[in-house]
C-alpha cells in the first residue's frame, strides 16, 4: 500500500506540473524567430538505458545475454562498438549528453548537480531545447536527464510522459542488511504491468503511434539495469543461475596498478568486490543484472515496435546509448566511478532513414551524440558543442574521428581513448596504459615499461588543460578538500 500511495504522490507532481505552468512561461527568446515546422525533417527517437554495459548481444560482452530487440536494431542500424561516456556516472553523463558541454567545462565530475545549477550551461540548451527551437515538438518521459527537465528544463518539454518509479518489496530480498538499500535484487513485481521502465515504453508507444503536424524529438529513459535490480520472475528465468557464466575476474589484476581515486580515498558507494564475495552474492548478483536486462531490452522492443508498425517507422532516427558501463566484480569492483573500460564504454545505436547497417570501431564519445543528431536533422550547427558529429562515420564506419575521446571522472583524473590505446592519468601524475589489440580486458598496465613512453606522451597531449572546477554545491564528495 505504501509504495502504491508514494508512487500515487510521485505521478500526482509530474502529471501536474506541467500543466500548472502557465502557457507563456516559455522563454521568448526560444519561439522568437523560430522557423517554421518542416515536415521534411526527421523524427528523433532517443532511448536511455541506465547503467548498462557492453553486456548486450551486438557488443558480445557477455556470452549468456539476451537483448534480441537491441540487437535488431543494431542490425539495423550503425553499432559504434567503441563509445564511452564522458563521465562515468548518472547525472554528469546525462547532462553531458543533453548539453554536449564535457564536464571540464561545466565542472560535473561525479554525481550532484543539476543540470541547471552548473552556471557554465546557464546559457546552454538542452538537446531537447534546441530541436524545440527548430520547430520540433518534444517529448520526454522517465530518466533522461538523472534529475529530469526540472525548473528552467521544464520549458524544453512539450510534452512530458511521465516519469515514475517501480514498486520495491517491503522487505529485503537478497540485500545482506549491512548494504546500501539501493543493492537489492529479486523476482520483483510480478509482471511488468507492474513495472514503471514498461508502463514508460507502452506510454511511449502511443505516442509513436500519434500523427503530429511537426516533426517530434522523444526521449525515454528506462532505470533497469541500475540497482535495486528487482524485474518480474519471467526475466530471471531466462538464465540460469547455477550455470550462467561469470565475469572473469584475476586476482593479481591490481598488482601493475597506482592507487586510483576510489582507493586513495576508501570511497565506495557500491559494495566492494571482497564483501560480495564474502556473502556469496556474484552468481546471484550476475544473474540479476541479466535478468534486468532482458527485461529492458523488452521494453526498448515494447518502443521500437510501435515506431515500426506506426505512422513515424520510414522518417524517424533513433538512437540508443546507456549512461556508462559497470563492473561486476572485474578488477575487484562493483557499480561505476572508475576510469577502466568497464566503466566507461557503452552501447550506442544511431539507426534510420538513410543509415546502412554497419560497425564502427573508431573511438566516440556520447558528447558526440549532440552534434551527430542537429547535423542529420539539419538543424543549426550548435557551437557550444564538444563533441564532434558522427555523420562521417555512419556514411563510412573507417572514418576517423578526428581527436580521441575523453572520459573524466572526479577532478583531475582522465581516460584517453584512441583507436587502439587506452591512457588512464590520475590526479597525482599516476598513469595506466592499455593495448586494445591485445588486452580488451585490460589486464596489463604498460604505463612503466620504457617502449610505450612515446606513445604516452602523445597520448598526454590531449589531456585536459585549464579543466572546469569541480562544482561542488552539490557534490557527492563536496566534503572534501579540494
Ligand atoms: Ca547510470
Ligand atoms: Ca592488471
Request: with cysteine; net charge negative; aromatic share 10%.
Amino acid at each position: 500500500m505504501s509504495a502504491f500511495i508514494q508512487r500515487g504522490i510521485i505521478v500526482t507532481v509530474f502529471m501536474i506540473t506541467p500543466f500548472a505552468r502557465p502557457a507563456n512561461a516559455h522563454p521568448a527568446a526560444i519561439r522568437r524567430g523560430a522557423p517554421p515546422p518542416d515536415r521534411s525533417r526527421p523524427n528523433v527517437l532517443m532511448i536511455c538505458i541506465d547503467d548498462l554495459n557492453d553486456w548486450t548481444g551486438f557488443l558480445g560482452g557477455h556470452p549468456d545475454v539476451k537483448t534480441p530487440h537491441m540487437d535488431k536494431l543494431a542490425a539495423a542500424g550503425c553499432s559504434f562498438t567503441n563509445a564511452h561516456c564522458a563521465v562515468p556516472v548518472c547525472s554528469a553523463s546525462r547532462i553531458s549528453v543533453m548539453s554536449g558541454v564535457a564536464p571540464t567545462t561545466h565542472g560535473s565530475y561525479e554525481l550532484g548537480p543539476r543540470y541547471e545549477q552548473l552556471p557554465a550551461l546557464n546559457d546552454v540548451p538542452t538537446l531537447q531545447a534546441w530541436f524545440r527551437q527548430h520547430g520540433y515538438r518534444t517529448l520526454s518521459g522517465g530518466k533522461v536527464l538523472h534529475h529530469d527537465f526540472n525548473g528552467r528544463l521544464a520549458a524544453d518539454i512539450d510534452q512530458p510522459l511521465g516519469r515514475r518509479r517501480s514498486p520495491r518489496p517491503r522487505q529485503p530480498m537478497n540485500r545482506p542488511a549491512d548494504w546500501s538499500g539501493a543493492w537489492d535484487w529479486g523476482r520483483y513485481p510480478a509482471t511488468d504491468g507492474d513495472m514503471a521502465d514498461f508502463q514508460l515504453a507502452k506510454t511511449a508507444a502511443t505516442a509513436l503511434q500519434t500523427e503530429f503536424d511537426q516533426p517530434f524529438f522523444l526521449s525515454v529513459g528506462f532505470f533497469r539495469p541500475h540497482v535495486p535490480l528487482f524485474v518480474p520472475p519471467r526475466w530471471f528465468d531466462l538464465y540460469d543461475v547455477n550455470t550462467l557464466t561469470l565475469p572473469a575476474t584475476r586476482l593479481s589484476d591490481l598488482d601493475d596498478l597506482p592507487p586510483n581515486f576510489l582507493s586513495i580515498n576508501d570511497y565506495a558507494l557500491a559494495p566492494t568486490h571482497a564483501e560480495v564475495q564474502r556473502h556469496k552474492k556474484v552468481r546471484s548478483l550476475t544473474h540479476a543484472y541479466l535478468a534486468s536486462i532482458s527485461f529492458v531490452d523488452h521494453c526498448v522492443g515494447v518502443v521500437l515496435d510501435a515506431l515500426n508498425s506506426g505512422p513515424h517507422a520510414d522518417d524517424t532516427l533513433v538512437v540508443l546509448w546507456s549512461d556508462h558501463g559497470f563492473h561486476l566484480g572485474e578488477k575487484q569492483h562493483w557499480a561505476k566511478r572508475t576510469l577502466w573500460a568497464e566503466s566507461t564504454r557503452v552501447p550506442l545505436l544511431i539507426a534510420g532513414p538513410d543509415i546502412a547497417s554497419a560497425q564502427c570501431d573508431q573511438p566516440v564519445s556520447l558528447l558526440d551524440v549532440y552534434p551527430t543528431l542537429i547535423e542529420l536533422c539539419r538543424l543549426d550547427a550548435a557551437d557550444h558543442a564538444e563533441g564532434v558529429s558522427l555523420a562521417p562515420q555512419l556514411a563510412s564506419p573507417q572514418q576517423r574521428r578526428s581527436q580521441p575521446v575523453i572520459t573524466s571522472s572526479y577532478f583531475g583524473n582522465h581516460s584517453i581513448y584512441s583507436e587502439h590505446w587506452h591512457l588512464i592519468a590520475y590526479r597525482d601524475g599516476a598513469l595506466e596504459l592499455y593495448d586494445h589489440r591485445t588486452d580488451t580486458d585490460e589486464y596489463h598496465n604498460l604505463a612503466g615499461e620504457p617502449q610505450y613512453a612515446a606513445t604516452i606522451n602523445k597520448l598526454k597531449t590531449w589531456l585536459p588543460r585549464d579543466a572546469a572546477p569541480e562544482f561542488k554545491r552539490k557534490s557527492e564528495r563536496a566534503h572534501l578538500p579540494y
